[in-house]
C-alpha cells in the first residue's frame, strides 16, 4: 500500500479506498467560520469525531479553537487519544471501565459527558423514586 501523500495530485482513480478525500482551501474556510462562530459566545465547540473519523482534523479543529472532540465510540477515542487529540470529551455512552484500560493514559486527557440520551434516563429514575 501506498503511503497517503504520494497519491496527492494524481488521478482520483488511483486511489486506494476507502479514502478521504477533501478540498483542502474549502475545508480551512469552514474550519474558520465555525471557529469565528463560537468566538465569543457562551458556547464552545466541541465537534464529533464520527463527522471525519480523522485525527488530523480534530487537531486543526483543536488549532482553531474547538475546545475538544466528542467520541461516541471507544474505538474512536482510542484513535483520537492515540494521535494526541486531548481533550477529549467522551459521551457518556461510552463504558468508563473499559475505556480505563483500553484508552492512553487512562482518564487523565478524557472527560465524561453524558449524553441527552442519558440525562433523560436519569432524571427519569430520580423522579420516578422520589
Not at 100 to 111: A, E
Request: contains cysteine; charged residues 20%; glycine residues 6%.
Amino acid at each position: 500500500m501506498r503511503r497517503p501523500e504520494t497519491y496527492v495530485g494524481h488521478p482520483l482513480e488511483e486511489l486506494d479506498t476507502p479514502a478521504l478525500v477533501l478540498d483542502l482551501p474549502a475545508f480551512e474556510r469552514n474550519v474558520a467560520a465555525l471557529a469565528a462562530f463560537f468566538a465569543g459566545r457562551p458556547a464552545a465547540l466541541r465537534p464529533h469525531s464520527k463527522t471525519h473519523k480523522c485525527p488530523q482534523i480534530a487537531l486543526r479543529q483543536l488549532a482553531a479553537g474547538a475546545i475538544g472532540i466528542t467520541c461516541a465510540k471507544l474505538s474512536e477515542a482510542e484513535v483520537m487519544a492515540t494521535a494526541g487529540v486531548v481533550p477529549l470529551p467522551r459521551d457518556g455512552r461510552l463504558v468508563p471501565p473499559i475505556a480505563d484500560v483500553r484508552l492512553p493514559d487512562g482518564d487523565r486527557n478524557c472527560h465524561w459527558m453524558p449524553s441527552s440520551d442519558a440525562l433523560s434516563a436519569l432524571t427519569s429514575t430520580i423522579s420516578d423514586s422520589i
